[in-house]
């Protein structure tokens, strides 16, 4: 019964992992743009051009977002370890000092994002990709 299972679930891996993939850039892309254009909510107002590192984050998750969204072979799996890397970079900056738990110092997002694209960089595009090859 769970050879089946298993075999059945391994059939969907890459229409899945393509929507893994659009939905993650997707969000990704709306993380930056929130800190670069202040839209599609306000949180104070955008941030100044060129201000570290804020202003900087906004442009990785929008650029890499798209990236990642359109699933361009090689590029979108450098993209997404630049991403990721990112990530990791605010959480020890900006989420760790604060507290040792994720839950803790708010910093569970930028995990789930850090693992999200780490995941995407090895697992590859998978469907609904624009493909380079």
């Known amino acids: 019964m769970s050879e089946k299972l298993d075999a059945r679930l391994t059939s969907f891996h890459s229409p899945v992992l393509g929507v893994f993939r659009i ?5 990704f892309t709306i993380h930056g743009t929130v800190k670069l254009f202040d839209w599609p909510i306000s949180q104070g107002g955008p941030a100044p051009v060129g201000a570290w590192p804020y202003w900087y984050a906004g442009v990785i998750e929008v650029v890499v977002g798209i990236l990642v969204i359109l699933g361009v072979g090689i590029i979108t799996r450098i993209a997404a370890i630049i991403g990721s890397g990112e990530m990791a970079f605010a959480y020890f900056t900006q989420h760790q000092p604060q507290a040792l738990w994720p839950v803790e110092n708010g910093g569970e997002l930028a ?11 090895f ?4 469907a609904f990709a624009v493909r380079s090859r």
């Open 111 to 121: 995990i789930l994002y850090c693992f999200s694209l780490f995941l995407i960089a």
């Open 23 to 27: 939905v993650i850039g997707f969000l």
């Open 123 to 126: 697992a590859g595009v998978g």
